[in-house]
């Protein structure tokens, strides 16, 4: 059904989603989120479903043209795991030894 | 006249007002059966389920200020809102008391949802399983003509439908989250509930 | 080298008892009788060793800054991960030296309360613990023995929050991180034992003594636990030292060609050729340039007679079972990515398997409430990469070139001191 999938990492077109040192930051409770996808429908542009239906979605924040169908597509959801919430752009304190964040780019072959 | 026209309008608003409370029931099992199809995505069930049942609640308001006005079945403000302090019919309009009663704790809760988060709200949400039949059975038996064959068939469309919608819920095959432990323990496929991106 | 946590009695010798540890180390130098603990970690580049690798002192600052309400430590010796061995080790052969890591950590972030989270199937060290408790005179502060369930993901920082709170040892959603509210709503420092007991040696000997040994960005010793050698164990080993000289002190071959690959880390690290790795040193710093971790000390060898593809499904079938089972990408993700890892183990791969697997790999890094999957597929990620050419004779169902034998034990739990 789905072609290879591309990892969104690019806000869409419009207006730069942080004029500052912070920015609107659609977060999942992925404890909650039970893969009802409707989130998805409301909010296409920044959020996909992975082969079970759960959220993708795409980093860089919430420009500022998609923040009504940003507050739509959290409310809609039946279990209350989407929230809107304010973050800083600051780089997050990572420790040395572990594994963190995304993986290296896939093995070609 | 005028009380005739009060009658009219007790009785067209209340079935108007169950007629809209048995889609909002219908529309919140499909829900959270996750139906869905190619032209009927799912937040559209979400979300006329909640403006349905807003709509319902202003003619379910209309129906009990003009029940209360009218003066062929001199009910006070206290029989509305008080149950079986009715002199008329005290039991059936009992039934729609306490109906209210549990709908409106229903709206409200569903309103404050952020605020009071999702377990508590879904606890009061379940008060909607016993509100709806209660509608019915206020239907059926507070009104004076409760036994003329449209409102029958009104009111049996009605079970017949919401009863269609809790038949379908139930074999539909739950959340995800109750399946959870046995495909993480390799005794179930890795196959959600039907899962959203297929219609996309 | 020196050893520092394994100094002392040999390891055959058993448990190190206080009147010994005393007679060797001193009492542990709590407030008035040495100078303020917090800046002298921070000044020795103690690092985590429970997997992250987040420098010690900075966590002692940011729990002793917390308003929360008094602090609690919980001593982190869950050690779910079946590759190593270190914790249980050090528990049973040095337990005061933990007892004094945690006694100073909650003499200064100013705690009244201490955890000791230690794996129910330790029993030996939590003998060893429960009969080091039981020598001591001077705990000033309310110490507490819990078990933790035998779970991978029990020693989660959250998780052992959790348990503690709720007898749940399933990660939670964060934030807020334990460091800010955890224990009973309180700020928590979750510290790994074996960074406990390095700082009770920097406590006492100061961050000089502790950089004496190591590279700038990564000073000291660390506790390592080698498999797939001849003398598998857990060992103690200066910061820096290489994969190859491990090899060499542990029996795991003279040349690179020796073994096939190294699994680094743990279940959630990552797999390197030997080729390519046996001249890097094992520091953190070094090992994530190289596409590889430090993680919990984990070094186990992969033999040339074993096939990487079989080792990692039978990781990745593990993993998979091991979610908390609370967040759907983990648990259908890790699920069917296990799946067909077993059958192009086996054989029977369906068409696009390799291709799916890498797809939802990638699709699972960041999307659980915990790090469980991004471990999981990074270290699957890292064997695609590792074992290219076997991962594509599986796919188009050739014979595997290597033995059909294919399993990384679990690790021995006998101390090795260098």
Known sequence: MTATFRPRTLAPPGEPPSTGATRTELVVDRIACDGFGMCAELLPELIELDDWGYPIVAAGGVPAQLLDHARRAVAVCPVLALRLARTSTAPVERGAGGWHGKPPPSVRR | ?200 | ?418
């Open chain 2, 1 to 200: 006249m005028s009380t005739q026209i009060l009658w009219f309008t007790t009785r067209g608003a209340g079935i108007v007002s169950l007629i809209l409370f048995s889609a909002v029931a219908c529309l919140g099992l499909l829900a959270v059966a996750r139906t869905q199809s190619a032209r009927w995505p799912r937040f559209l069930t979400v979300e006329l389920h909640r403006n349905l049942a807003l709509l319902s609640v202003v003619f379910l308001g209309i129906h009990i200020v003009t029940a209360v006005l009218d003066p062929f079945t001199h009910l006070g403000i206290g029989a509305a809102l008080v149950p079986l302090a009715s002199s008329y019919r005290p039991l059936p309009v009992a039934f729609g008391v306490v109906s209210v009663y549990l709908v409106l704790a229903v709206i409200v809760t569903s309103l404050m949802r952020e605020r009071i988060g999702h377990q508590v709200w879904r606890a009061v949400h379940w008060a909607s399983y016993a509100a709806w039949p209660l509608a019915i059975e206020h239907t059926l038996t507070a009104g004076s003509d409760s036994f003329s064959v449209w409102l029958l068939a009104v009111q049996g469309a009605a079970i017949l439908a919401v009863g269609a919608a809790l038949a379908y819920r139930l074999t539909s095959g739950g959340t995800n989250r109750s399946r959870l432990a046995a495909v993480a323990g390799g005794t179930a496929d890795p196959v959600a509930v039907d899962p959203a991106w297929r219609n996309h």
């Open chain 3, 1 to 418: 080298m020196n050893p520092r946590l394994f100094a002392g009695p040999p390891a055959a010798a058993g448990p190190e008892s206080h009147a010994e540890h005393v007679a060797r180390l001193g009492r542990v130098p709590l407030d008035s009788a040495a100078p303020a603990v917090i800046p002298v970690l921070e000044a020795s580049g103690l690092l985590g060793r429970g997997g992250a690798g987040f420098p010690v002192g900075r966590k002692w600052r940011s729990v002793a800054g917390q308003t929360g309400g008094r602090p609690i430590v919980l001593a982190n010796g869950a050690e779910g991960e079946p590759l190593s061995a270190k914790d249980r080790t050090l528990l049973r052969l040095r337990p005061h030296l933990v007892l004094d890591g945690a006694l100073l950590a909650a003499d200064a972030v100013g705690a009244d309360r201490i955890v000791l989270y230690v794996g129910s199937s330790h029993r030996d060290a939590r003998e060893s613990i429960r009969r080091a408790l039981g020598e001591r005179r001077d705990l000033r502060v309310a110490i507490d023995l819990l078990h933790a369930p035998d779970t991978y993901v029990a020693g989660e920082e959250s998780a052992a929050v959790h348990f503690v709170n709720e007898a749940d040892a399933r990660p939670t959603i964060t934030p807020p991180r334990p460091y800010e509210r955890g224990v009973g709503g309180r700020p928590t420092l979750v510290q790994n034992v074996e960074s406990l007991a390095s700082a009770a040696l920097i406590g006492r000997f100061g961050d000089v003594w502790f950089r004496e040994l190591g590279r700038d960005a990564t000073p000291g010793s660390a506790l390592v636990t080698v498999s797939g050698a001849s003398r598998d164990g857990v060992r103690e080993v200066e910061i820096g030292t290489t994969i190859g000289e491990l090899a060499g002190e542990a029996g795991a071959g003279a040349s690179p060609y020796d073994r096939q690959a190294v699994l680094l880390g743990g279940y959630f690290g990552g797999w390197l050729s030997t080729e390519r790795s046996w001249d890097v040193p094992l520091d953190p710093i070094a090992l994530r340039a190289a596409g590889g971790a430090f993680g919990a000390g984990v070094v186990a060898f992969l033999g040339n007679d074993r096939c990487g593809v079989r080792a990692t499904s039978r990781i990745m079938d593990y993993m998979a079972g091991q979610s908390a089972a609370q967040c759907g990408p983990c648990v259908f993700g890790l699920r069917a990515i296990a799946d067909a890892t077993a059958r192009l183990a086996t054989g029977r791969p369906e068409r696009d398997d390799l291709e799916r697997i890498e797809r939802w790999s990638q699709q699972l890094a960041g999307r659980g409430a915990c790090r469980h999957p991004d471990g999981a597929v990074g270290q699957l990620l890292s064997s695609l990469r590792v074992f290219g050419p076997e991962w594509e004779l599986h796919q188009r169902r050739r014979p595997c070139t290597r033995e059909q034998v294919a399993s990384i034990a679990p690790a021995a739990s006998r101390a090795q001191v260098a």
